[in-house]
T-cell receptor, first 113, second 113 residues
Framework: DGGITQSPKYLFRKEGQNVTLSCEQNLNHDAMYWYRQDPGQGLRLIYYSQIVNDFQKGDIAEGYSVSREKKESFPLTVTSAQKNPTAFYLC????????????FGPGTRLLVL | QKEVEQDPGPLSVPEGAIVSLNCTYSNSAFQYFMWYRQYSRKGPELLMYTYSSGNKEDGRFTAQVDKSSKYISLFIRDSQPSDSATYLCAMSGNAGNNRKLIWGLGTSLAVNP
């Protein structure tokens, strides 16, 4: 089955801790995206990558970092600099020439202890 | 003013009703118009995709785009309890940074049996 997987489903972060959210896709998509979803705020783009070893900041990149070493994988690290990390994090992918049709993973809910 | 405006609801209808969901936008460069459906605690899934103006029908769902009024709609006929979800509109332009998706906040829909 082709699709996007995210892990873990729930993640707990302690103060001052960096945590990494996993995103893997086997759709052979070039482009991958990370969004944050908060109640009443809709989807906000954190980072996106159109090709391996290249990525761009989205609208709310501060306090986050990413890497794209493999086409299939786009992990997101929430650093200690992100002061309000509690949110639902969604990873998506698309064919690069069709960014409108994005396929989403099931999401990771990050909570602060 | 936000680029995309969407009433968050909630909208509650009886089973079998016709549902109308709407978004307005301000950027005349938008050419791609999408509706995504998101069930509670899941990732969004693409429901309908329209390029430029006009109507598109898929089963019980019809998407309409009126570029002159900068207004898009999603109609659901014979609504079912399984249609209960949040519906997100998204749109983008043709090239470069305009291809980035701009999202509405989502409308929460409950279809009551």
């Amino acid at each position: 089955d082709g699709g996007i997987t995210q892990s873990p489903k729930y993640l707990f972060r302690k103060e001052g801790q960096n945590v990494t959210l996993s995103c893997e896709q086997n759709l052979n998509h070039d482009a991958m995206y990370w969004y944050r979803q908060d109640p009443g705020q809709g989807l906000r783009l954190i980072y996106y990558s159109q090709i391996v070893n290249d990525f761009q900041k989205g609208d709310i990149a501060e306090g986050y970092s990413v890497s794209r070493e493999k086409k299939e994988s786009f992990p997101l690290t929430v650093t200690s600099a992100q002061k309000n990390p509690t949110a639902f994090y969604l990873c998506a992918s698309s064919i690069d020439r069709e960014p409108e049709t994005q396929y989403f993973g099931p999401g990771t809910r990050l909570l602060v202890l | 003013q936000k680029e995309v405006e969407q009433d968050p609801g909630p909208l509650s209808v009886p089973e079998g009703a016709i549902v109308s969901l709407n978004c307005t936008y301000s950027n005349s460069a938008f050419q791609y118009f999408m509706w995504y459906r998101q069930y509670s605690r899941k990732g969004p899934e693409l429901l309908m995709y329209t390029y430029s103006s006009g109507n598109k029908e898929d089963g019980r769902f019809t998407a309409q785009v009126d570029k002159s009024s900068k207004y898009i709609s999603l109609f659901i006929r014979d609504s079912q309890p399984s249609d209960s979800a949040t519906y997100l509109c998204a749109m983008s332009g043709n090239a470069g940074n305009n291809r980035k998706l701009i999202w509405g906040l989502g409308t929460s829909l409950a279809v009551n049996p």
